[in-house]
């Protein structure tokens, strides 16, 4: 399973991404949305990316909208991280085009809770 | 950083032997995300932790590792098994013998802070919102504890609770933003009912019910008690009428007057149709 984590805090790229490392997953960091859109291009099998709303260059929302306008990458899980909660952001955020959402501040079990309600928390079966 | 293999299981061992619940392979991190606090508070990591406890372990560190790895964290959708079994198998079985379901009558029993009762009403209104006819949807939310109770009337859950486990979509739905809580909304809290009950009494005023889900509640108590309190249910349920257990729990063995039924990779319980 491969992972893209999205965020201009290199603090919170470390954080989430050893969440997920830390379930299997391989994980690759960006910046910003400009830069997520790059790596996504060279990686067009990944599964999940993680996306905080605001970042320089381009914005998680926007990052979104370039995503879901691809076919390219409809096998792409979106969700976003941040720390964005009023209701209407949410509500923008899915319609365009995010799959979840979580809000910061949230525990390793809170994130490991939505890779399971997206079907995307990996099983080791080696125990 | 993260716990070995051999440690874990050895955190397994200890939580299945002392309570009966089985910590699958996959679940590393609960036993890395409840055991940080008291890793933290010896300055090394969790897996260091295991290891130190490996070769001296108090009473006392037993207890509280087994209280961290078992204590109710109530999530919404928890376990998200139960929910899929009541929308893919229980909600069609109860239309298909009964015709239209005039009135539905669930109850959610432990409660908690009133994560499970809510679920099962969105599970209600998202399976019914395709339907012709609504039925007359009553759940019963019952706990032990008055002050759980308390809390879930309010209706009002934190930042840190609606992330846990509970769809986006569903929140935009169902919750308004209140200052720094969100509320749910008035539609489900009319769907619900909380009351407090001891499990060990008789059932609750408010049945017969077409569903009980006891979830994570048998596994604390003896096999005597197990029985009382299954025929309880049993008594509280309509002919055909379907008992959720826990993951980890079961009526085979116990109690044969139920029927198991296989949905996905869990189990649902079914009273007979016709009683003797």
Redesign the interface.
């Known amino acids: 399973m491969k992972a893209i984590v999205i965020d201009d805090s290199r603090t919170m790229r470390r954080i989430i991404s ?2 997920l490392k ?2 299997g997953y391989e994980v690759l960091e960006a910046g910003d949305g400009r830069e997520a859109l790059d790596i996504l291009t060279e990686n067009p099998d990944t599964d999940l990316c993680c996306i905080d709303w605001n970042m320089p260059v381009m914005d998680g929302l926007s990052f979104v909208i370039e995503v879901r306008a691809s076919r390219e990458w409809r096998n792409t899980t979106l969700m976003m991280v941040t720390t964005e ?3 209407g952001q ?2 923008k ?2 319609a365009a085009g ?1 799959h ?4 910061k ?6 994130i ?3 890779l ?2 997206l079907g995307l ?7 | 950083m993260s716990i070995t293999q051999e440690n874990f299981q050895f955190i397994a061992d200890l939580v299945r032997a002392r309570s009966a619940i089985a910590l699958a392979p996959g679940k590393e991190y609960l036993v890395e995300s409840r055991l940080s606090k008291f890793a933290r508070d010896e300055g090394v990591t969790v897996d260091q932790y295991v290891t130190r406890r490996r070769t001296a372990m108090s009473h006392s560190d037993t207890e509280l590792i087994v209280e961290a790895l078992t204590t109710n964290e109530t999530s919404w959708f928890r376990d998200s098994q139960p929910f899929t079994a009541l929308s893919g198998h229980i909600l069609p079985a109860l239309t298909q013998t009964r015709g239209t379901l005039g009135s539905l009558r669930i109850w959610s029993a432990a409660c908690s802070t009133g994560q499970e009762p809510y679920s099962i009403a969105m599970t209600l209104k998202q399976y019914f919102a395709q339907s012709a006819y609504q039925p007359q949807a009553e759940i019963l939310a019952t706990d032990l504890s008055q002050q759980v109770i308390d809390q879930a009337m309010t209706g009002r859950y934190s930042q840190l609770e609606v992330n846990r486990g509970l769809p986006a979509a569903n929140l935009v739905q169902y919750f308004d933003r209140r200052g720094t809580e969100w509320e749910i909304s008035a539609e489900l809290r009319a769907m619900v009912r909380f009351r407090r009950h001891n499990l060990l009494d008789p059932a609750p005023v408010g049945g017969p019910f077409d569903v009980v889900f006891l979830r994570n509640v048998l596994i604390y108590f003896d096999v005597p008690t197990k029985l009382k309190v299954l025929r309880t249910v049993h008594g509280a349920l309509r002919p055909g009428g379907f008992l959720v257990l826990g993951a980890a729990e079961t009526t085979v063995g116990l109690d044969d007057s139920w029927d198991r039924v296989t949905v996905g990779r869990s189990s649902i319980y079914q009273k007979a149709a016709i009683t003797a």
């Open positions: 050893s969440i830390g379930v909660s009023e209701r949410i509500v955020a899915l995010a979840e959402y979580l809000i501040p949230f525990t390793p079990e809170a490991l809770q939505k399971e309600l928390l990996p099983i080791e079966e080696n125990a």
